[in-house]
C-alpha cells in the first residue's frame, strides 16, 4: 500500500476551509487559529494565500474572513464531472414527493466520511435540515451499515472506526455486526432513532459491477411518522430506484 504522507499546509488550508463552512459568521485571525490550535501569523499566512486563490474571501472594514465564491466555480467543476448527481436527482425528487421525506445522494470515497452530491426537501411542517456538501462520519447510521456491509475494508479497520462514532442511542458493537449481516441479506438498511433521537433513516447501497462501494441513497424522516410497514415499503422503493440508477449510469 502507497504511504501518503501528509502536507502541514494543505492540511491547515483545509482545515481553514472546513471551518469557515461550518461558522456561518465570519471569523477573524485570532477565532481562526485558536479554533484550530494554529499560530495566528501562520494561519494569517495560509489566509491571504487563500483569499489570492479566491477560495476565501475578507472584510476589508471588519479583517474577518469567509468562504469565497472560488469555491463555488470548484464545486461546480465536481459535480459536472460526477453523472450520478444529475442521473440521481429526479429519482429523489419523486422519492420524497411519494413519501414525504428528505432523499439524499451520497459519495462514498473512502471509510472517512460520506458527502451529500444531491437531494431533494420533504414538503412538510418539520424536516430534517441538510445541504449539498454536507460531510458526515462514512460508518454512522444507516447509510454507515450500508457501506460496512459491502466494503472491502478490513474488519479491523472498520471496528476501530466504529467506536469512534458518535450516536444518540449507540448500538453495542456486537449488535451493529449483527445488523450489518442482516443489511448484507436484505439490501437496505434502517436506523431509527440510533443516529439522532426521533429520526429515521434509511439507505440502501447503489450497487454495480465496476469496484467497491462509491454511492448510497438515502431517505430521512421523523419517527413519528414512519411506523414499521411504512418504512420497509420505502426502502423497496429505494432499492428500486438504486437499480435504475445504476442502470441509467451504465
Given amino acids: ?13 483545509v ?9 456561518r459568521a465570519p471569523m477573524g485571525v485570532k477565532a481562526i487559529a485558536e479554533s ?53 436527482q429526479p ?12 432523499a439524499i445522494g451520497l459519495e462514498l470515497p473512502n471509510l472517512e466520511h460520506m458527502i451529500v ?8 411542517p418539520l424536516r430534517i435540515h441538510v445541504d449539498v456538501g454536507s460531510r458526515f462520519p462514512a460508518l454512522i447510521s444507516a447509510t454507515g451499515r450500508c457501506v460496512a ?13 466504529f467506536h469512534r462514532l458518535r450516536w444518540h442511542n449507540a448500538p453495542s458493537y456486537e449488535t451493529w455486526r449483527r445488523e450489518i449481516e442482516a443489511v448484507r441479506r436484505q439490501g437496505f438498511s434502517i436506523d431509527r432513532s440510533n443516529y439522532i433521537a426521533g429520526v429515521t433513516i434509511v439507505s440502501v447501497p447503489v450497487l454495480n459491477a465496476r469496484g ?3 454511492h448510497a441513497l438515502a431517505a430521512v424522516g421523523i419517527t413519528d411518522q414512519l411506523e414499521r410497514a411504512r418504512t420497509v ?9 438504486a437499480q435504475a440508477v445504476t442502470a441509467s449510469l451504465g
Fill in 36 to 88: 484550530l490550535g494554529l499560530v495566528p501569523s501562520t494561519a494569517l499566512h495560509i489566509l491571504r494565500a487563500l483569499v489570492v486563490e479566491e477560495l476565501v474571501k475578507v472584510d476589508a472594514a471588519t479583517k474577518r474572513y469567509s468562504l469565497g465564491g472560488g469555491l463555488l466555480s470548484l464545486a461546480r467543476t465536481a459535480l459536472q464531472g460526477d453523472d450520478f448527481p444529475t442521473r440521481v
Fill in 117 to 124: 452530491v444531491a437531494l431533494s426537501r420533504a414538503q412538510a
Fill in 233 to 241: 415499503a420505502l426502502a423497496h422503493d429505494m432499492q428500486r430506484t
Fill in 212 to 214: 467497491p462501494l462509491s
Fill in 149 to 161: 456491509a459491502f466494503s472491502d475494508q478490513p474488519t479491523a479497520d472498520i471496528e476501530r472506526r
Fill in 91 to 102: 429519482h429523489l425528487d419523486d422519492l420524497s414527493r411519494r413519501h414525504g421525506v428528505t
Fill in 1 to 13: 500500500m502507497t504511504t501518503i504522507r501528509a502536507v502541514p499546509a494543505v492540511t491547515r488550508a
Fill in 15 to 23: 482545515a481553514i476551509l472546513r471551518l469557515l463552512g461550518r461558522n
